[in-house]
């Protein structure tokens, strides 16, 4: 059964020519690691805006879980349900790989000892030691940041990761080291994955590809 779906779903941008998206429908399953491939303006990173519900569709429903998410409400539905990761990390600077992990625990109440005994566990699972925890984000290389950012991303206890270019600043080993936490989430979890990329090597590591095309979205494989 779909967790997360769009149900002829269209977006357009105010004075844009055509829509970014246009009347997409497809279905998101638990257990699987999804990719979303397309050249740049093909609408692939508005199509995870509208799942992640920072933009809501001019026509066509996206539904999770059966429901619209327009009659939810979307702070949070993208606190408790979606999880987002970026291709600039987005860590906090001023806090440690710790506090960053720490931080969407705390946001729902769950108190400090025990925010970071759990994020203590979540770094540990994507491999970062106890030392590289206390560290800064400045003071860790680019593998070490996308691995804590996806810890913070199991820190809410979403289901369903959103992944924006997740690999697009990291070299070939950590690329391959990223995508393997995400389809062993996917694989062994039960999450729902999905990965919007510019590299095919990656999209041949996930179970399913989509393929984005003037707003238009077909599945490949």
Same mark, same amino acid.
């Given at each position: 059964? $779909? /967790?997360?779906? *769009?149900?002829?779903? &269209? ?20 257990? &699987?690691?999804?990719? /979303? /491939? ?8 508005? *199509? ?18 059966? !429901? #619209? ?36 625990? !705390? ?5 400090? $000892?025990?925010?970071?005994?759990? +994020? ?17 984000? +400045? #003071? ?10 996806? +810890?913070?991303? *199991? ?11 997740? &690999?697009? #600043?990291?070299? /070939?080993? #950590?690329?391959? &080291? ?7 989430? $996917? ?35």
């Amino acid at each position: 059964m $779909a /967790v997360i779906s *769009l149900k002829n779903v &269209t977006y357009s941008y105010k004075g844009a020519a055509k829509p970014a998206v246009n009347s997409v429908s497809c279905s998101f399953e638990a257990g &699987t690691l999804y990719a /979303v /491939v397309g050249p740049s303006g093909s609408g692939k990173s508005t *199509l995870l805006a509208l799942l992640a519900g920072l933009d809501l569709p001019d026509e066509g429903e996206v539904l999770f879980g059966g !429901e #619209n998410i327009a009659a939810l409400d979307l702070d949070l539905y993208r606190r408790e349900y979606i999880s987002m990761i970026f291709q600039a990390f987005r860590l906090f600077p001023l806090l440690t790989a710790l506090e960053n992990v720490c931080y969407p625990l !705390e946001l729902v109440g769950v108190k400090s $000892a025990e925010a970071k005994r759990r +994020a203590r566990e979540l770094l540990a699972s994507v491999s970062i030691t106890e030392e590289e925890m206390q560290r800064f984000p +400045a #003071n860790l290389s680019g593998g070490q940041q996308q691995r804590v950012a996806i +810890a913070r991303a *199991l820190a809410s206890g979403a289901k369903v990761i959103l992944a924006d270019e997740p &690999t697009g #600043n990291l070299d /070939v080993e #950590n690329t391959q &080291t990223v995508i393997d936490i995400l389809a062993s989430l $996917a694989d062994e979890q039960d999450y729902c994955v999905i990965v919007v990329t510019h590299d095919a090597e990656v999209a041949d590591m996930t179970d399913v590809v989509y393929r984005m095309k003037d707003g238009v979205l077909t599945r490949e494989r």
